[in-house]
């Protein structure tokens, strides 16, 4: 299927075959790995929360932050 087949097809169409596609993909999630980088990211996140240097705010307060 090319880009221009997919532009072709309703939003509908284009959601219903991103469903199909996630659940293939996610039914070979063990045949998915992370790359390295994403390991370390996740390390120094986890780090920060122990340590108490993450900093968490609401859905609605980011929501509001990008609407401006």
């Known amino acids: ?5 997919i532009k072709e ?3 509908i169409e284009r959601i219903r075959t991103m469903e199909i596609l996630w ?3 996610s039914a070979e999630e063990e045949n998915i790995k992370s790359p390295d980088w994403h390991g370390k990211v996740l390390k120094e996140r986890q780090d ?14 980011l929501k509001d932050h990008f609407s401006k």
């Open 23 to 25: 659940d293939m993909l």
């Open 48 to 61: 920060k929360i122990a340590k108490g240097k993450m900093k968490f705010i609401s859905l609605d307060r």
């Open 9 to 11: 097809m309703s939003t």
């Open 1 to 5: 299927m090319s880009i221009a087949e």
